[in-house]
């Protein structure tokens, strides 16, 4: 399922939410723009997180946490979490707050990151990619607006619909595949490159703290 927008308005200007997809696109623009393709390998394994490095070697490594978030595995990669940040992204803010929103979605990344770095301890590739701050967002979203409705792409054998699903299901259906990928890739740390388990990291964590994120006034109101 691709979605394509929800009927939920923010309740204010998300501008932290666009300053994010903002570095996004400027950490893939300093990615394209290597001379080379040693340098571009140099430049990923610098700046991208690797769990064996660390683990053995923490000393610098852990500030590879927050700049592999903002670094991208190719167009669809980068594109694909966007779209999800755009779409999901703005009504959190709205009902967090600015300061509250970027602390949370730093904090859900490191969480994500974690726990791709507990499945798999040892490996040496490169993690890059903020879908595991992204599944973060999703978590909350989950929680915030289960009521929501996603107007989404839907293949159905070899034809596409678009389609209004309740968030509650199409954000309940994304963590199911996560979990079960995640679950598979036990021992082997990824599916095809993609990080399952920080997915479904994030997800569960931005589900937590989101309870503690949310404007006072809103959790009384609760």
Known sequence: MIPLKDNVKAASFPFINYLLIAGNLYGFYREVTQPNAAALAAFVREWSLTPARLLLFPDGAWATIYTSMFLHGGWIHLLGNMLYLWIFGNGVEGRMGHRRYLLFYLLCGTLAALSQVAVAPSSTGPMVGASGAIAGVLGA?????????????????????????????????????????????????????????????????GGILVLFFKKPELRRKK
Do not use: T
């Open 141 to 205: 979203y989950f929680l915030l607006y289960p009521k929501a409705k996603i107007l989404s792409v839907v293949p159905i054998w070899i034809f596409l619909r678009i389609v209004e699903i309740p968030a509650i299901f199409f954000l309940g259906f994304w963590f199911l595949i996560q979990a079960f990928q995640g679950w598979g890739s036990l021992g082997s740390g990824a599916v095809g490159g993609i990080a399952w388990a920080a997915h479904a990291g994030g997800f569960l964590a």
